[in-house]
């Protein structure tokens, strides 16, 4: 079992940033890969963004490229997601997932823990 925890969201104006820190416990950090997803109102979960294992290899979805960098910390058992330039499409409730898989997925499915969530409100 990983239990999973977001903190950092909040409401920020178009052009600021956020960092969503996602702290996990349970079974060891290093044999998971990460992502982080979200949900918008009205809206089906999107992946955003995942990192691997090893933390050397990671995706992101082509509208949060350049804007968003996913990272993580072994020794805190955290991954991170530094989020700038939001836009006010960027509004969603923010998960992050860890899966046993060796590569990153992008499908939810293929994710094992889900956090609780943290909301992320962009004003425009």
């Known amino acids: 079992q990983v239990q999973l925890e977001e903190s950092g969201g909040g409401l920020v104006q178009a052009g600021g940033s956020l960092r969503l820190s996602c702290a996990a416990s349970?079974?060891?950090?290093?044999?998971?890969?990460m992502g982080w997803f979200r949900q918008g109102p009205g809206k089906e979960r999107e992946f955003v963004t995942a990192?691997?294992?090893?933390?050397?290899?990671?995706i992101y979805r082509d509208s949060v490229k350049g804007r968003f960098t996913i990272s993580r910390d072994i020794a805190k058992n955290t991954v991170y997601l530094q989020m700038n330039s939001l836009k006010p499409e960027d509004t969603a409730v923010y998960y992050c997932?860890?899966?046993?898989?060796?590569?990153?997925?992008?499908?939810?499915?293929?994710?094992?823990?889900w956090g609780q969530g943290t909301q992320v409100t962009v004003s425009s």
């Open positions: 990192i691997r294992r090893s933390g050397g290899s990671t």
């Open positions: 349970g079974r060891t950090f290093r044999d998971y890969g």
């Open positions: 997932a860890a899966t046993a898989s060796w590569v990153v997925p992008t499908s939810p499915t293929q994710y094992d823990y």
